[in-house]
Each structure stands twice: as structure tokens, then as C-alpha cells.
């Protein structure tokens, strides 16, 4: 009694979990009404032609008894009349389905991926890449069971229900009671299923996107992999996944097929019965045989809505939980409402000042920003250095505005950023990051995103004042050098050298550098050091630096620890305290002279 009533509580808890579903999906169908109302209208045809057909296959079956043959070869046209009908309509059902089901998951697919285009990167970089691929393939497939042909299904077999059983309740009442008996099996157990089934499909989803993380990190990981030879643990990791996903997919299929052949048993049942019984009535000359003939043929469309709207609520079940994991991203909150994109700053001639004041952050509940405060004047170059974790790169990302500050402000030109749109904010920094990505395609091409109407001449002129043109003729395509998926067919250096360009074409007011030059080696990067001191020049510039002997120039060096100020000043004043600045230069200093000892 206790799993009777688990059961019907879960019933009703899957029935809000459909409304829900529906109302995000909603403003999709309402948007591409018309391939649904089309396949609304077939409904009505479809019926007409069910009862047409049934009604003619009842009058030529009593013509052919009664040998009225001339009255019989009279409706052969107009039987190949409803044929013809009916393949029409299958064909353009077809078509307004492909129609009203491809529309709504082409604008769902666009809708999600702007959607994480515009939530805070917070949500994005901790969600796996893998997990956010299976959202644009697996969960999307799986909306496909409540749109298109499925939805339309949720009306049209309830009609097609009451039509036919008002037709087959004028041949005979007691004939067309008995045809009905069974519904409410059909219906209880396509509502047990579709539960089963419910459960069963969100494991399946789960598994779906534990394999794509796992296939994502073992792609991208392929160089450890080899290098610490797990390829044999890691083949058997997945041997491991697949296997579940398997044993998940052959449960699914049970379940379907149990459902299905319950209801091939449940139909040929009635029908056998319907058969046996009017057989009798036709014996005792209650019924013809035209009508016995047009009462089984309707018999099949009869059962068929009780299976038919079963196996929707199982299809539906089968949705809910794709939708379900779609919803996790589309409640997000949007950082903005419209998609940033470049906005064209003037030629700077002057940087722009930048003003933290009692800024805090933390991940989690942990601090990582702690109360800091700090002032860069227009056209200066500042330098923040640390170890490693003492919240220098947060502070490029609450600059940039990926992040929110728990508490305190940030201005850039005297503006608060929080009330500046992305768009306007981004456009006026570079970046150069310590981990580069390139976009698949050629080093022209990653260049041209720095900014819309860059042509050759700006290019080349860009590469030629960072000292790296001729690093890029040596290549063998030039320019036109395919760099791969992520950069992969260049060096960790070469590509920090395409980023540097890429920042200095942007030509943007704010310069953050973040080890922009830790993976070139010492005679490049001395080349790219002396044309980056060109290229600061009228720019307020950030420097993340480990390596101390880059940032001696500097205008001011900040040390960080735990997120707090502990030191600021030029070199020439830190050097002369004894605090933690002179302690990091003196022991990169005594690294540097062993490694000049062993060289």
C-alpha cells in the first residue's frame, strides 16, 4: 500500500514536472505557431479520413454480399480518392513535423549557447566543458519528445478517441463499452512505465555526460596520458563507463519493450473479443457485415489513442530530465542582457587611471582579495607580484568585470565598472594571458579578432613593432600558418608571441599582461620586452609577473600575500627594505646565478 502511494505521489510530482518543462519551451512553440497549427488541421483531416474509410469498407463489404457489384466498382474511385488523400496528408504531416520540431530545437540550441555566452564566466569555468557539449547534443536530442509530432499527438488522439467511439456507440452501444474496457489498465500501467522510465533516462543523462567529461579530459590529456603510459587505465575507464551507459540503454529498452508488447497483448485481446462478439451479432442479425467489417477496422484506431497518449506520457518522461539539466544553465542569471560586442575606442594618447578601493573576493567562502585598495594613474605601469595563489590573476578578472567584488568598488576613468555595459569596459583592455588559447584556423585569422577592419598593413605593422615579424615569416605558411584546434600546431612560446601581437593590433587604452612572456625563451623575450616598452607608452599597463627582472621598469610593483598589499613601491625603493619584495628578488637571484654556474 505504502509503494501504492510513493508511486502516486511521484505520478503527481512528474505531471508539475511536465508543466514546468513545458513553460520553458513555451515561448519557442509560440514562435513557430504556424507548422503546429498546420499539423492541428491534419488532425481534423486525418480523423474525417479515418471514419470515411471505415464507413466505405462497411458499404462495399455489404454491396459484396448482396452481389450489388455495380454499386460496389461505383465506389472503388472514391476509395482511391481517400487513398490518395491520405498519402497526402502523411506527406505534408512529415514535412510540417520536420518543420514545427527542427524550428523550436534550432532556437533552443541558439538560446542556451547566448545564454552562457552572457552568465558570469563564475558559473562557466566551473562547470566542465564536457558537462556544457552534452547540453548542445544529449539533452537537446531528448527535448525532441515534447515538440513537433509529440505535442500535436497529446490533442489528436483524444479527439480521434471520442470520434471514433461516437461512431462505433451508433453500430452498437454495448460493442463499443466493451472495446473500452480495458483503458484504465492501459492507462496505469503507461503511467508506471513512464516513471520507470523517468528514473532510467535521468541515470542515462548522467552517464551521457560523465563519458563526454571523461572523453574531453583524456583527449586534451593525451600528452600525460602517453608520458606516464595510462593508456591502458584509462581505456579501462572507459571500457567501465561504456559498460554502465550499456546496461543503462538495454534497461531502457526492456522497459519500452514490456511496454510494447502489454500493449500488442492489451489490443489483439479487445480486437479478439470484438471479433468473437460481433460474429455473434452478425449471426443473430443484429449487425451486417459491412457494419461488423467497419466496427473492427475502427476497432485498431480505437485502441491505438490508449497506447498512443501511454507511450507520449513515457516519451514525455524521457524529455523531462534533459529539460530538467537544461533549465540548471538557463536559470543563471545573465550578467547583461544583450551580447557584448567590439566597441571601437580612440587611438589612445593616454591611458585610462584605475582605482580599487577596499576590494574583497573570495571563492566559495574562501578570501582570496582581502581589503585592497590601489590607485594607477593614467599611463602608468604597475606590477603585481606574489607566490602563486595570492589572488593576482583574480584581480585582471574583477578588473575585466567577469567577477563581482564581494564588497568595495573598482573605477576605470573615474566610472564605477559595475555600472559600465561589458562591452564598453573589455573593449578597452588587452590582454595578454600566461595560458594562451588560439582558435582553430590560421595566425591571420586569431589576429583579425582583435578588432573588426584590421587589414595586412596594420597586421604586419603590429608584428613588426613586438619584434616578431620575422618569427612569423619563418614559418612555413607565414601569416596564413594553420595554428590547430587550441593552438596545438605551435609551441607554447609561439603562441604566447601570436597573443602579444593580437593584445598590442587591439589597440586598446588598458594593457593587462599576465606572464606574457613566461614561455619565450631569454633572447625573444629580451626582443619582445624592449618593443613592449614601446607599445606601453601612452598605456596605463598591468603586469603579473614571476620573473622579477621584467618589471624593473615598472612605475609601481605591488607584492600581494593572501590577497593584502604588503608592500608597494618602485624597485629601487623595495630593494633598499628588507621585506618580502627583496626576499623574492634575492632568491630568484641566487636561482639565476646557479643556473648560470651549471651552464
Same mark, same amino acid.
Given at each position: 500500500?505504502?509503494?501504492?502511494?510513493?508511486?502516486?505521489?511521484?505520478?503527481?510530482?512528474?505531471?508539475?514536472?511536465?508543466? +514546468?518543462?513545458?513553460?520553458?519551451?513555451?515561448?519557442?512553440?509560440?514562435?513557430?505557431?504556424?507548422?503546429?497549427?498546420?499539423?492541428?488541421?491534419?488532425?481534423?483531416?486525418?480523423?474525417?479520413?479515418?471514419?470515411?474509410?471505415?464507413?466505405?469498407?462497411?458499404?462495399?463489404?455489404? $454491396?459484396?454480399?448482396?452481389?450489388?457489384?455495380?454499386?460496389?466498382?461505383?465506389?472503388?474511385?472514391?476509395?482511391?480518392?481517400?487513398?490518395?488523400?491520405?498519402?497526402?496528408? *502523411?506527406?505534408?504531416?512529415?514535412?510540417?513535423?520536420?518543420?514545427? #520540431?527542427?524550428?523550436?530545437?534550432?532556437?533552443?540550441?541558439?538560446?542556451?549557447?547566448?545564454?552562457?555566452?552572457?552568465?558570469?564566466?563564475?558559473?562557466?569555468?566551473?562547470?566542465?566543458?564536457?558537462?556544457?557539449?552534452?547540453?548542445?547534443?544529449?539533452?537537446?536530442?531528448?527535448?525532441?519528445?515534447?515538440?513537433?509530432?509529440?505535442?500535436?499527438?497529446?490533442?489528436?488522439?483524444?479527439?480521434?478517441?471520442?470520434?471514433?467511439?461516437?461512431?462505433?456507440?451508433?453500430?452498437?452501444?454495448?460493442?463499443?463499452?466493451?472495446?473500452?474496457?480495458?483503458?484504465?489498465?492501459?492507462?496505469?500501467?503507461?503511467?508506471?512505465?513512464?516513471?520507470?522510465?523517468?528514473?532510467? $533516462?535521468?541515470?542515462?543523462?548522467?552517464?551521457?555526460?560523465?563519458?563526454?567529461?571523461?572523453? #574531453?579530459?583524456?583527449?586534451? *590529456?593525451?600528452?600525460?596520458?602517453?608520458?606516464?603510459?595510462?593508456?591502458?587505465?584509462?581505456?579501462?575507464?572507459?571500457?567501465?563507463?561504456?559498460?554502465?551507459?550499456?546496461?543503462?540503454?538495454?534497461?531502457?529498452?526492456?522497459? !519500452?519493450?514490456?511496454?510494447?508488447?502489454?500493449?500488442?497483448?492489451?489490443?489483439?485481446?479487445?480486437?479478439?473479443?470484438?471479433?468473437?462478439?460481433?460474429?455473434?451479432?452478425?449471426?443473430?442479425? !443484429?449487425?451486417?457485415?459491412?457494419?461488423?467489417?467497419?466496427?473492427?477496422?475502427?476497432?485498431?484506431?480505437?485502441?491505438?489513442?490508449?497506447?498512443?497518449?501511454?507511450?507520449?506520457?513515457?516519451?514525455?518522461?524521457? $524529455?523531462?530530465?534533459?529539460?530538467?539539466?537544461?533549465?540548471?544553465?538557463?536559470?543563471?542569471?545573465?550578467?547583461?542582457?544583450?551580447?557584448?560586442?567590439?566597441?571601437?575606442?580612440?587611438?589612445?594618447?593616454?591611458?585610462?587611471?584605475?582605482?580599487?578601493?577596499?576590494?574583497?573576493?573570495?571563492?566559495?567562502?574562501?578570501?582570496?582579495?582581502?581589503?585592497?585598495?590601489?590607485?594607477?594613474?593614467?599611463?602608468?605601469?604597475?606590477?603585481?607580484?606574489?607566490?602563486?595563489?595570492? *589572488?593576482?590573476?583574480?584581480?585582471?578578472?574583477?578588473?575585466?568585470?567577469?567577477?563581482?567584488?564581494? !564588497?568595495?568598488?573598482?573605477?576605470?576613468?573615474?566610472?564605477?565598472?559595475?555600472?559600465?555595459?561589458?562591452?564598453?569596459?573589455?573593449?578597452?583592455?588587452?590582454?595578454?594571458?600566461?595560458?594562451?588559447?588560439?582558435?582553430?584556423?590560421?595566425?591571420?585569422?586569431?589576429?583579425?579578432?582583435?578588432?573588426?577592419?584590421?587589414?595586412?598593413?596594420?597586421?604586419?605593422?603590429?608584428?613588426?613593432?613586438?619584434?616578431?615579424?620575422?618569427?612569423?615569416?619563418?614559418?612555413? +605558411?607565414?601569416?596564413?600558418?594553420?595554428?590547430?584546434?587550441?593552438?596545438?600546431?605551435?609551441?607554447?612560446?609561439?603562441?604566447?608571441?601570436?597573443?602579444?601581437?593580437?593584445?598590442?593590433?587591439?589597440?586598446?587604452?588598458?594593457?593587462?599582461?599576465?606572464?606574457?612572456?613566461?614561455?619565450? +625563451?631569454?633572447?625573444?623575450?629580451?626582443?619582445?620586452?624592449?618593443?613592449?616598452?614601446?607599445?606601453?607608452?601612452?598605456?596605463?599597463?598591468?603586469?603579473?609577473?614571476?620573473?622579477? $627582472?621584467?618589471?624593473?621598469?615598472?612605475?609601481?610593483?605591488?607584492?600581494?600575500?593572501?590577497?593584502?598589499?604588503?608592500?608597494?613601491?618602485?624597485?629601487?625603493?623595495?630593494?633598499?627594505?628588507?621585506?618580502?619584495?627583496?626576499?623574492?628578488?634575492?632568491?630568484?637571484?641566487?636561482?639565476?646565478?646557479?643556473?648560470?654556474?651549471?651552464?
Amino acid at each position: 500500500m505504502n509503494k501504492l502511494l510513493r508511486l502516486f505521489k511521484e505520478s503527481l510530482i512528474n505531471m508539475y514536472a511536465v508543466r +514546468d518543462a513545458f513553460r520553458v519551451i513555451k515561448p519557442f512553440l509560440r514562435r513557430h505557431w504556424k507548422p503546429h497549427a498546420g499539423l492541428f488541421l491534419l488532425v481534423f483531416l486525418e480523423i474525417g479520413l479515418t471514419l470515411a474509410t471505415a464507413w466505405l469498407m462497411g458499404r462495399m463489404t455489404d $454491396s459484396a454480399v448482396n452481389r450489388q457489384f455495380d454499386e460496389l466498382m461505383s465506389m472503388v474511385p472514391l476509395a482511391l480518392g481517400l487513398t490518395a488523400l491520405g498519402i497526402a496528408a *502523411g506527406y505534408f504531416g512529415s514535412h510540417l513535423e520536420l518543420w514545427a #520540431s527542427g524550428k523550436v530545437i534550432k532556437d533552443l540550441r541558439e538560446y542556451l549557447l547566448r545564454h552562457l555566452l552572457l552568465v558570469s564566466p563564475e558559473y562557466t569555468d566551473r562547470s566542465r566543458p564536457g558537462k556544457l557539449l552534452t547540453h548542445f547534443t544529449q539533452d537537446l536530442f531528448g527535448v525532441e519528445g515534447m515538440i513537433g509530432a509529440n505535442l500535436v499527438q497529446v490533442i489528436r488522439l483524444p479527439i480521434i478517441f471520442a470520434a471514433v467511439l461516437l461512431y462505433m456507440a451508433q453500430t452498437h452501444w454495448l460493442l463499443a463499452a466493451i472495446s473500452v474496457a480495458a483503458a484504465p489498465l492501459v492507462a496505469l500501467c503507461g503511467g508506471l512505465f513512464g516513471l520507470l522510465l523517468k528514473r532510467n $533516462s535521468r541515470s542515462i543523462y548522467d552517464q551521457v555526460e560523465k563519458m563526454n567529461v571523461f572523453l #574531453s579530459e583524456t583527449i586534451h *590529456g593525451l600528452s600525460v596520458i602517453r608520458s606516464y603510459t595510462l593508456e591502458k587505465a584509462y581505456f579501462g575507464k572507459y571500457y567501465a563507463h561504456s559498460e554502465r551507459l550499456y546496461g543503462l540503454a538495454r534497461k531502457e529498452t526492456r522497459l !519500452q519493450g514490456f511496454y510494447a508488447a502489454f500493449g500488442q497483448i492489451a489490443g489483439s485481446g479487445i480486437f479478439l473479443f470484438c471479433l468473437c462478439f460481433a460474429a455473434y451479432l452478425v449471426s443473430t442479425s !443484429q449487425i451486417t457485415v459491412g457494419s461488423m467489417v467497419a466496427f473492427l477496422n475502427l476497432t485498431g484506431h480505437l485502441i491505438y489513442p490508449l497506447t498512443g497518449m501511454a507511450a507520449i506520457w513515457i516519451g514525455y518522461q524521457n $524529455s523531462v530530465p534533459a529539460l530538467e539539466r537544461l533549465m540548471e544553465v538557463l536559470k543563471q542569471q545573465p550578467q547583461t542582457l544583450l551580447l557584448p560586442g567590439y566597441v571601437s575606442t580612440p587611438t589612445p594618447t593616454k591611458g585610462l587611471s584605475i582605482h580599487f578601493e577596499n576590494v574583497t573576493f573570495g571563492y566559495g567562502g574562501r578570501p582570496v582579495i582581502d581589503r585592497f585598495s590601489l590607485n594607477i594613474r593614467s599611463g602608468q605601469t604597475v606590477a603585481i607580484v606574489g607566490t602563486t595563489g595570492a *589572488g593576482k590573476s583574480t584581480l585582471f578578472n574583477l578588473l575585466q568585470g567577469y567577477y563581482q567584488p564581494q !564588497q568595495g568598488l573598482i573605477e576605470v576613468d573615474g566610472k564605477r565598472i559595475a555600472e559600465l555595459a561589458p562591452d564598453e569596459l573589455r573593449s578597452s583592455m588587452a590582454l595578454v594571458a600566461q595560458e594562451t588559447f588560439l582558435f582553430a584556423g590560421t595566425i591571420r585569422d586569431n589576429l583579425l579578432l582583435a578588432r573588426p577592419g584590421l587589414t595586412d598593413a596594420d597586421i604586419q605593422a603590429a608584428a613588426k613593432a613586438a619584434n616578431l615579424h620575422d618569427f612569423i615569416q619563418s614559418l612555413p +605558411d607565414g601569416y596564413d600558418t594553420v595554428v590547430g584546434e587550441r593552438g596545438a600546431g605551435l609551441s607554447g612560446g609561439q603562441r604566447q608571441r601570436v597573443a602579444i601581437i593580437r593584445a598590442i593590433l587591439k589597440d586598446a587604452p588598458i594593457l593587462l599582461m599576465d606572464e606574457a612572456t613566461s614561455a619565450l +625563451d631569454s633572447e625573444t623575450e629580451h626582443q619582445v620586452k624592449e618593443a613592449l616598452k614601446r607599445v606601453q607608452r601612452g598605456r596605463t599597463t598591468l603586469v603579473i609577473a614571476h620573473r622579477l $627582472s621584467t618589471i624593473h621598469h615598472a612605475d609601481q610593483i605591488v607584492v600581494l600575500e593572501e590577497g593584502k598589499i604588503t608592500e608597494i613601491g618602485t624597485h629601487e625603493q623595495l630593494i633598499r627594505k628588507n621585506g618580502p619584495y627583496r626576499k623574492l628578488v634575492r632568491h630568484q637571484h641566487f636561482l639565476d646565478k646557479e643556473i648560470n654556474a651549471a651552464t
